[in-house]
C-alpha cells in the first residue's frame, strides 16, 4: 500500500483559562459567555469530526476565580475539579503558567499528580541540574502517515520576579529561548522530528509587524525574539499577555495566541506534505479563534463539577458583615482618582494585620463591584481576586516617591487634556492592578507634569517625609518583589511577612468588625 504524500493534522488550544470552568460571572452569579466548558463542548465535537486531533492547554489553568482558590486551599481532600476536568477531555499536553506556582509546590505536585496528561516545561530546571523539573518537557505524536511531530512546552522564566521563594523552592529558571534553542535542535537531529510546535507560556516583547519594542526588555516575554533567533519551530503557541492573536506570521514562524478565561479556544489546521527524502513538512496553515459564545457548556462535564460547585457556591454565600454607607464602585476610573472606601478599607486591613502604619493597595480590576449593605465571601473574592500575602518592607522617601512616580504613570492626558490611562497600562494587556493607592501618607498627582516628576505635597501627618528616614510600609508580595516593575522595592529589608492569604485576612477583619463604615480621609488626589 502506498504512503499518502499528505496528511493534516488539527490542533485545539487554551491558554489563560484561570480557573473560569462554568459561564458565570462568581459575583453575581450571572451568565457569562466564557468558561472552559463552553470550549469543552467544541473540542468534542472538532475530534469527532477530525481523524488528527490534538487539544493543549498552555497554562495559568489553576487560579483566578473563586472555584479555583476554594479547591486549592480549602478543599484538598477529593480530587481536583478543573484536573478532572482535563483528564475526561483527555488533554494532550500542559504547559505550566506562572499562576500554578501560587499556591506553592505542594499544591502544583497534587495536580500534577492527578493529571493523566504530562506537564512540559524545558526551561523549569531543578536546582543545580540541566534537568528540567516536571521530566521531559517535549511529547512526540506519530500519525498514521508516519509523519512526527514535536511538541516542546516553555514557561515564562520571569516568576522569580513575582513569585514567594517557598513557592519555586527549588527550581531554576532558565531563559526560554536559551532552552528552545538547545531543544529544538535535540528534537529535529535526535528525535527526528518533521514539525516541531513550541507552545510557550509566554508572549511577545515586541510588535509583531514592525519589530518595536512594546515594553521593558526585562525577558519576560520573549515570544518575538524565539521567533528570529531559534532554527526550527515551524509553530509557536503563545500566551500570559491575554491577547487575542488568530494568526500572525513572525521571522518567518506563525504564532497564535487564544486570549483568556476561556474566551475563546486556537483551532489551527495544519497541511503536510512529504518530500522527495521521505520527510514531512509544513506545507500550510490555516487557524481562527472560535469563540465560547459558539457553543453551550458541556453537560456532563456540568454534571461532573455540579458537587463541587455547590460547596463553592455554599462558601461564598457565607455572611461576613454589613456595611453602613455606600462602598460600591460605580465607576472605577474616579475611584483611581480620588480615593474611595474600599480602598481605604483595604489597606487598612493591611495595616492592622501586619502593624505597619503606611499602606498601599490596588484596585486590581475594573469590574471589582465594591462592597453593598451585606458583605459575604462574594464580595470578598470579587474584589480581591489574587491569592496575596502581605510583607512589610522598609523604605527610604526617597523609595516612596519613586513607587509614587511609576504609579502616577498610569495616568495621560488625552486630546481634550482630560485624564485617561496611558497606552503603556493597557497595552499588550490591561494592568489595573499595577496602579497603587496609598494609606498612612499624603500625596498628589499633577498629570499635567512630565512622567517622573508628577508627585506633590508628600507629606506624613503634615509633614514632609524626611530625606533620611525610613518607614515600613506595608504591601502584597507582588509588589514587594518588584511586579509591576515598582524595581525600587527589589531587595529592600522585610521587616515582617503575614503569610495568610488577603481574601482570609479580609473575611476575619470583617467578621470580628460586624460592621464596618463607609469612609475616605481623602489622603491623596490626582488633578491637571
Same mark, same amino acid.
Given at each position: 500500500?502506498?504512503?499518502?504524500?499528505?496528511?493534516?493534522?488539527?490542533?485545539?488550544?487554551?491558554?489563560?483559562?484561570?480557573?473560569?470552568?462554568?459561564?458565570? @460571572?462568581?459575583?453575581?452569579?450571572?451568565?457569562?459567555?466564557?468558561?472552559?466548558?463552553?470550549?469543552?463542548?467544541?473540542?468534542?465535537?472538532?475530534?469527532?469530526? @477530525?481523524?488528527?486531533?490534538?487539544?493543549?492547554?498552555?497554562?495559568?489553568?489553576?487560579? $483566578?476565580?473563586?472555584?479555583? /482558590?476554594?479547591?486549592?486551599?480549602?478543599?484538598?481532600?477529593?480530587?481536583?475539579?478543573?484536573?478532572?476536568?482535563?483528564?475526561?477531555?483527555?488533554?494532550?499536553?500542559?504547559?505550566?503558567?506562572?499562576?500554578? %506556582?501560587?499556591?506553592?509546590?505542594?499544591?502544583?505536585?497534587?495536580?500534577?499528580?492527578?493529571?493523566?496528561?504530562?506537564?512540559?516545561?524545558? #526551561?523549569?530546571?531543578?536546582?543545580?541540574?540541566?534537568?528540567? /523539573?516536571?521530566?521531559?518537557?517535549?511529547?512526540?505524536?506519530?500519525?498514521?502517515?508516519? *509523519?512526527?511531530?514535536?511538541?516542546?512546552?516553555?514557561?515564562?522564566?520571569?516568576?522569580? #520576579?513575582? =513569585?514567594?521563594?517557598?513557592?519555586?523552592?527549588?527550581?531554576?529558571?532558565?531563559?526560554?529561548?536559551?532552552?528552545?534553542?538547545?531543544?529544538?535542535?535535540?528534537?529535529?537531529?535526535?528525535?527526528?522530528?518533521?514539525?516541531?510546535?513550541?507552545? /510557550?507560556?509566554?508572549?511577545?516583547?515586541?510588535?509583531?509587524?514592525? $519589530?518595536?519594542?512594546?515594553?521593558?526588555?526585562?525577558?519576560?516575554?520573549?515570544?518575538?525574539?524565539?521567533?528570529?533567533?531559534?532554527?526550527?519551530?515551524?509553530?509557536?503557541?503563545?500566551?500570559?499577555?491575554? @491577547?487575542?492573536?488568530? !494568526?500572525?506570521?513572525? !521571522? $518567518?514562524?506563525?504564532?497564535?495566541?487564544?486570549?483568556?478565561?476561556?474566551?475563546?479556544?486556537?483551532?489551527?489546521?495544519?497541511?503536510?506534505?512529504?518530500?522527495?527524502?521521505?520527510?514531512?513538512?509544513?506545507?500550510?496553515?490555516?487557524?481562527?479563534? @472560535?469563540?465560547?459564545?459558539?457553543?453551550?457548556?458541556?453537560?456532563? +462535564?456540568?454534571?461532573? +463539577?455540579?458537587?463541587?460547585?455547590?460547596?463553592?457556591?455554599?462558601?461564598?454565600?457565607?455572611?461576613?458583615?454589613?456595611?453602613?454607607?455606600?462602598?460600591?464602585?460605580?465607576?472605577?476610573?474616579? *475611584?483611581?482618582?480620588?480615593?474611595?472606601?474600599?480602598?481605604?478599607?483595604?489597606?487598612?486591613?493591611?495595616?492592622? *494585620?501586619?502593624?505597619?502604619?503606611?499602606?498601599?493597595?490596588?484596585?486590581?480590576?475594573?469590574?471589582?463591584?465594591?462592597?453593598?449593605?451585606?458583605?459575604?465571601?462574594?464580595?470578598?473574592?470579587? #474584589? /480581591?481576586? %489574587?491569592?496575596?500575602?502581605?510583607?512589610?518592607?522598609?523604605?527610604? =522617601?526617597?523609595?516612596?516617591?519613586?513607587?509614587?512616580?511609576?504609579?502616577?504613570?498610569?495616568?495621560?492626558?488625552?486630546?481634550?487634556?482630560?485624564?485617561?490611562?496611558?497606552?503603556?497600562?493597557?497595552?499588550?494587556?490591561?494592568?489595573?492592578? #499595577?496602579?497603587?493607592?496609598?494609606?498612612?501618607?499624603?500625596?498628589?498627582?499633577?498629570?499635567?507634569?512630565?512622567?517622573?516628576?508628577?508627585?506633590?505635597?508628600?507629606?506624613?501627618? $503634615?509633614?514632609?517625609?524626611?530625606? =533620611?528616614?525610613?518607614?515600613?510600609?506595608?504591601?502584597?508580595?507582588?509588589?514587594?518583589?518588584?511586579?509591576?516593575?515598582?524595581?525600587?522595592?527589589?531587595?529592600?529589608?522585610?521587616?515582617?511577612?503575614?503569610?495568610?492569604?488577603?481574601?482570609?485576612?479580609?473575611?476575619?477583619?470583617?467578621?470580628?468588625?460586624?460592621?464596618?463604615?463607609?469612609? *475616605?480621609?481623602?489622603?491623596?488626589?490626582?488633578?491637571?
Amino acid at each position: 500500500m502506498t504512503t499518502p504524500a499528505t496528511d493534516t493534522l488539527t490542533l485545539l488550544y487554551t491558554s489563560d483559562v484561570h480557573g473560569h470552568m462554568l459561564p458565570l @460571572r462568581y459575583a453575581d452569579n450571572s451568565p457569562a459567555e466564557y468558561g472552559l466548558l463552553k470550549l469543552a463542548s467544541i473540542v468534542k465535537q472538532v475530534r469527532k469530526e @477530525r481523524r488528527n486531533a490534538l487539544f493543549l492547554d498552555n497554562g495559568d489553568l489553576l487560579q $483566578g476565580t473563586p472555584f479555583a /482558590y476554594y479547591h486549592a486551599c480549602l478543599d484538598r481532600e477529593t480530587p481536583h475539579p478543573i484536573v478532572a476536568v482535563m483528564n475526561a477531555l483527555e488533554l494532550d499536553a500542559f504547559i505550566p503558567g506562572n499562576h500554578e %506556582f501560587n499556591y506553592g509546590l505542594p499544591y502544583v505536585e497534587r495536580a500534577r499528580a492527578e493529571s493523566a496528561y504530562p506537564w512540559l516545561s524545558a #526551561n523549569l530546571l531543578r536546582e543545580g541540574t540541566e534537568e528540567p /523539573y516536571f521530566g521531559c518537557p517535549y511529547r512526540l505524536f506519530e500519525l498514521e502517515s508516519g *509523519a512526527r511531530i514535536a511538541l516542546l512546552g516553555l514557561t515564562t522564566p520571569y516568576i522569580p #520576579n513575582w =513569585e514567594q521563594p517557598a513557592n519555586i523552592a527549588g527550581i531554576a529558571f532558565e531563559s526560554a529561548v536559551e532552552a528552545a534553542k538547545r531543544w529544538v535542535s535535540r528534537l529535529k537531529e535526535r528525535e527526528r522530528a518533521d514539525i516541531v510546535i513550541v507552545s /510557550y507560556h509566554g508572549g511577545f516583547e515586541r510588535e509583531l509587524d514592525t $519589530g518595536e519594542e512594546a515594553e521593558e526588555q526585562t525577558g519576560e516575554n520573549e515570544g518575538w525574539r524565539m521567533c528570529r533567533e531559534v532554527e526550527g519551530i515551524d509553530l509557536l503557541l503563545t500566551g500570559h499577555q491575554h @491577547r487575542r492573536i488568530a !494568526g500572525a506570521v513572525v !521571522g $518567518g514562524t506563525y504564532v497564535v495566541q487564544p486570549g483568556y478565561q476561556g474566551s475563546c479556544l486556537a483551532q489551527l489546521e495544519l497541511g503536510l506534505e512529504r518530500d522527495d527524502t521521505g520527510r514531512w513538512k509544513l506545507a500550510a496553515i490555516e487557524s481562527r479563534l @472560535r469563540e465560547a459564545s459558539e457553543a453551550e457548556a458541556d453537560r456532563e +462535564l456540568e454534571e461532573r +463539577l455540579s458537587d463541587s460547585e455547590a460547596r463553592v457556591q455554599s462558601w461564598l454565600d457565607r455572611p461576613l458583615c454589613e456595611v453602613q454607607g455606600d462602598m460600591r464602585i460605580a465607576d472605577p476610573m474616579a *475611584a483611581r482618582l480620588r480615593e474611595h472606601p474600599l480602598i481605604e478599607l483595604v489597606n487598612r486591613i493591611q495595616m492592622e *494585620a501586619a502593624g505597619a502604619e503606611i499602606s498601599c493597595t490596588s484596585l486590581f480590576d475594573d469590574l471589582s463591584p465594591g462592597f453593598g449593605p451585606r458583605v459575604s465571601m462574594r464580595e470578598v473574592t470579587a #474584589n /480581591y481576586p %489574587f491569592p496575596n500575602t502581605l510583607k512589610v518592607l522598609r523604605l527610604s =522617601e526617597r523609595d516612596i516617591r519613586e513607587a509614587l512616580e511609576k504609579t502616577a504613570s498610569y495616568f495621560t492626558l488625552d486630546e481634550q487634556g482630560g485624564i485617561a490611562v496611558s497606552p503603556s497600562f493597557l497595552h499588550p494587556k490591561p494592568q489595573p492592578y #499595577n496602579y497603587d493607592m496609598w494609606e498612612g501618607i499624603e500625596y498628589e498627582i499633577d498629570v499635567s507634569r512630565p512622567v517622573g516628576s508628577r508627585i506633590r505635597a508628600l507629606a506624613r501627618n $503634615g509633614r514632609p517625609l524626611d530625606p =533620611e528616614g525610613e518607614y515600613d510600609v506595608v504591601m502584597n508580595h507582588y509588589r514587594a518583589s518588584g511586579g509591576g516593575d515598582y524595581r525600587m522595592f527589589r531587595g529592600k529589608p522585610v521587616v515582617r511577612e503575614v503569610t495568610v492569604d488577603m481574601t482570609e485576612t479580609i473575611a476575619e477583619y470583617l467578621t470580628k468588625a460586624g460592621v464596618v463604615l463607609s469612609r *475616605a480621609n481623602g489622603n491623596w488626589k490626582v488633578y491637571n
